[in-house]
């Protein structure tokens, strides 16, 4: 080092072999956030997508493996044993019969594949913990055929006669819980009050996929 070089250094300056690294770390600090914001943004898009619409039947279906109630609204929650997302439509369904305990008669309709034994599940197993809820294996997924399911957390809420009441999701998005449409409209609906609609976004896994995910 020169001199002159060196009494720059004292001084303070960096020499010039060091300020390339010092402009890599900002840089690479502002990569890094970029990447971590565009990551959280298809996260969160992917988690306000919600899936298929079902084909809702006006009025309750013929159906092998569950019974309308005749005395008390009926409500069916179709799921698909291995989908993360239900995880969440299960806890809101907690909240709905727990809310209307005694008031509603509750299915989980469970769409198994043929040929596919998915029963020992965890979320078959939370929803066989539910008080007041019944669990209905459905083989090749033909029950969930006659309700036009397409998506998991499918939800109906169908009157002591048969006509439909509700169709549609029990959650704000995908695997997130918490205050939702669904669940307001089918509370509203058994407690006798005024509703603003019938139908809600259903944010969960494809049905017909072999297996589940976020």
Do not use: K
């Not at 806890?91 to 594949?113: C, D, K, N, Q």
């Not at 669940?183 to 058994?190: F, G, T």
């Amino acid at each position: 080092m020169s001199a002159p070089d060196e009494l720059e250094t004292l001084a303070g300056e960096a020499p010039d072999s060091a300020r390339p690294r010092s402009r890599a770390l900002p840089i690479a600090i502002a990569v890094w956030a970029l990447v971590v914001a565009g990551g959280m943004g298809v996260l969160m898009n992917h988690a306000a997508t919600p899936g298929a619409r079902a084909e809702a039947p006006p009025t309750w279906p013929a159906s092998d493996a569950l019974a309308l109630d005749p005395s008390l609204p009926t409500l069916v929650l179709v799921a698909h044993p291995r989908c993360t997302c239900t995880r969440a439509s299960l806890s809101e369904l907690a909240v709905i019969t727990t809310r209307l305990a005694g008031r509603i008669r509750a299915y989980v309709l469970f769409v198994h594949p043929e040929g596919v034994d998915w029963d020992d599940s965890d979320l078959q197993r939370r929803a066989e913990s539910l008080a007041g809820v019944i669990t209905v294996r459905d083989e090749g997924g033909r029950e969930a055929a006659r309700f036009g399911a397409a998506t998991s957390g499918q939800t109906y809420l169908y009157a002591r006669d048969g006509r439909l009441l509700f169709s549609g999701g029990i959650t704000p998005m995908r695997a997130h819980e918490g205050d939702n449409l669904g669940r307001r409209r089918i509370v509203a609906l058994v407690e006798g009050e005024r509703v603003d609609g019938s139908e809600s976004a259903v944010f969960g896994c494809a049905l017909a996929e072999r297996e589940g995910g976020p």
